[in-house]
């Protein structure tokens, strides 16, 4: 079964860093755009950034300058490294693939299970 993991959420005092990973299966999805989204208690799951194949980025206004997504196409997995941490950053941060640019914003066709980032003030 293909699939996405994430991994690297936990807890964290505002003004601090933490690093998420998403590795996918083999080779699954291996050339797709990929990308993370966060959903909030009570919030509509919303998008924070994505990386093309070839590394042109896209990051939501809330995360820009804070937030830097990246990939490493050998190891199928991305990354996202979040610093200057803000309460309101706490969510479930879901890592997504899909085969578009269009897709992986608005609706990607595949989703890791989300770790939980928590940002405690």
């Known amino acids: 079964q293909v699939q996405l993991v994430e991994s690297g959420g936990g807890l964290v005092q505002a003004g601090g860093s933490l690093r998420l990973s998403c590795a996918a299966s083999?080779?699954?999805?291996?050339?797709?755009?990929k990308g993370w989204f966060r959903q909030a208690p009570g919030k509509e799951r919303e998008f924070v950034a994505d990386?093309?194949?070839?590394?042109?980025?896209v990051y939501a206004d809330s995360v820009k300058g804070r937030f830097t997504i990246s990939r490493d196409n050998a190891k199928n997995t991305i990354y996202l490294e979040m610093n200057t941490l803000k309460p309101e950053d706490t969510a479930v941060y879901y890592c997504?693939?899909?085969?578009?640019?269009?897709?992986?914003?608005?609706?990607?066709?595949?989703w890791g299970q989300g770790t939980q980032v928590t940002v405690s003030s």
């Open positions: 990386i093309s194949y070839s590394g042109n980025t």
């Open positions: 997504a693939a899909d085969p578009s640019s269009f897709g992986i914003r608005i609706q990607p066709t595949n």
């Open positions: 083999g080779r699954a999805f291996s050339n797709y755009f």
